[in-house]
């Protein structure tokens, strides 16, 4: 018995590959079903090639030991009742890269229980107005991908949910959730928004980052998936208009948590990551100056389903004819993020371009470290900008004042001109690091280790592994490191 590395590695085929076109004879290889690699050994092998027992199938188990047992030529106990491991799959996280996870797995023929906390699956990129460094709009390119993994037959969709409790191993974990009440039957909901039209009570928007007022019953946005309301208690003044309104009888008050416990053989960890927290940096005054935006809150700006309709103007409702992206905030700064996050660069040329699409007169400014634009058509992007009339200087602002002649003022030096400067501008875009989440999953027996910045580490760091330390935990995206959508 020979135990190789895996012959769907190179350092597998490398190894095995060639022996078993090479050598003839019987061969016995204990692998992963035939949907993954009887194609792979037929042509490793040719056509001599006996007919695949799946070792994962309850009801193959007796043949499957049968065979190994007669090409040992010896007995192997084999503990009765010994539980085989479950083949479901877990998803934490509904952003683009948990549902693109998940779309991989399902479309292998695997069961997906994709895990939400939100009202929608989508994550940040729903929240996009567009990609780099194609300009392309986010919702047209997310929008499918959602629709799909809620109608795919293999994925089990599990918004608005906690995770309670992670206990088990490898192959075999339970997994408790609670769905918490929306307060609206999902199957009778069809989205109509009858319901949010009558609500009195108003309250500020989180999708929109404070930037806009929505109801106590709403839909998150427009095409939020699954697409159906849900009234947040907290703010409910039990006035039952919404019950009046529904001409479909979707509104349930009485609604209660459900308890859930799912069995699966592995978890994908696609929790994300949180940006940096811009009031630290008071010197550039943001919640306290008007106009100081970070660029998430830029991006809800110009979307045409953002607070203003796509209309561009300051938060005050002032025209911009001056702008100016701060890169590096929170980023690259031994305070606070060491590393750079990678895709603040872009992202803020993006915007640039952006900002120009809505207003061409605008004078656009970026103050940036160093311009770090690694990825394909990224440094495109940024010759585009600079040939559409951006301003590039190099050296971050000292601070942010409020002007005299001016909403807002920028104090900088510019290091290439070896001279200082105060920048009159309407607007100030903070550009964010990203941040590890600190928000610890109920793992019974201690969860995935992080690194020093706090995101999910993985046993081969050098080889940036989506394997976390705890096998059978995998990671996918921003959770363990900042980086861009693709």
Not at 20 to 48: I, M, S, T
Not at 161 to 190: H, N, Q, W
Not at 425 to 451: I, K, M, N, Q, Y
Request: proline fraction near 7%; aromatic fraction near 6%; hydrophobic fraction near 40%.
């Amino acid at each position: 018995v020979q135990v190789s590395p895996p012959l769907c590695t190179p350092a597998g085929l490398q190894e095995q590959g060639a022996r078993l076109q090479a050598e003839p004879g019987e061969w016995l290889v204990a692998a992963c079903g035939p949907a993954q690699h009887q194609g792979l050994f037929q042509r490793l092998a040719g056509e001599e090639i006996l007919p695949v027992v799946n070792l994962l199938e309850e009801d193959h188990l007796e043949s499957a030991e049968a065979a190994i047992l007669t090409a040992l030529g010896e007995e192997i106990p084999v503990a009765s009742g010994e539980a085989l491991p479950h083949r479901e799959v877990l998803v934490v996280g509904g952003g683009v890269g948990g549902c693109q996870a998940a779309l991989d797995l399902a479309n292998a023929g695997i069961k997906v229980y994709l895990v939400e906390s939100s009202l929608s699956i989508g994550g940040t990129m729903a929240q996009l107005d567009k990609t780099f460094p194609t300009l392309d709009c986010s919702i047209c390119i997310l929008g499918p991908k959602l629709v799909e993994a809620a109608a795919h037959p293999l994925i089990e969709l599990l918004t608005y949910t906690e995770i309670s409790g992670i206990a088990g191993r490898a192959g075999r974990f339970s997994v408790d959730v609670t769905l918490k009440p929306r307060y609206v039957d999902m199957s009778k909901c069809v989205g109509c928004g009858n319901c949010a039209q009558v609500c009195p009570v108003i309250v500020p928007s989180r999708w929109n980052l404070g930037l806009k007022s929505r109801k106590c019953i709403r839909i998150i946005f427009a095409q939020a998936v699954p697409l159906v309301a849900t009234i947040e208690k907290e703010y409910c003044i039990d006035c039952q208009m919404c019950l009046n309104a529904c001409e479909h009888s979707a509104i349930d008050l009485d609604c209660q948590p459900e308890e859930r416990r799912l069995e699966v053989g592995a978890v994908v960890l696609a929790t994300g990551a949180k940006p940096f927290n811009p009031a630290i940096r008071s010197e550039y005054g943001y919640g306290r100056l008007p106009g100081v935006l970070t660029n998430l809150e830029f991006e809800r700006l110009v979307c045409a389903t953002g607070p203003t309709q796509g209309y561009f103007q300051t938060p005050a409702g002032q025209p911009v004819k001056r702008l100016a992206f701060i890169q590096c905030v929170g980023s690259r700064d031994q305070r606070f993020l060491p590393y750079c996050s990678g895709y603040c660069c872009t992202a803020a040329i993006k915007q640039a371009m952006l900002a120009l699409e809505h207003e061409p007169d605008a004078e656009v400014t970026i103050f940036f470290n160093d311009i770090r634009t690694s990825g394909k058509g990224f440094e495109e992007l940024y010759l585009r900008a600079q040939a559409a009339g951006v301003r590039f200087i190099k050296g971050l602002p000292g601070r942010i004042e409020a002007g005299e002649n001016s909403p807002l003022e920028i104090i900088y030096e510019d290091q290439r001109g070896g001279h200082r400067g105060r920048l009159p501008v309407e607007l100030a875009v903070l550009s964010l690091g990203l941040a590890a989440s600190r928000e610890e999953l109920p793992f019974t027996e201690g969860g995935p280790l992080r690194d020093d910045q706090g995101f999910y580490g993985s046993p081969h760091p050098v080889l940036q592994s989506l394997e976390s330390t705890v096998p059978g935990v995998f990671l996918a995206g921003n959770c363990h490191g900042p980086r861009d959508i693709s």
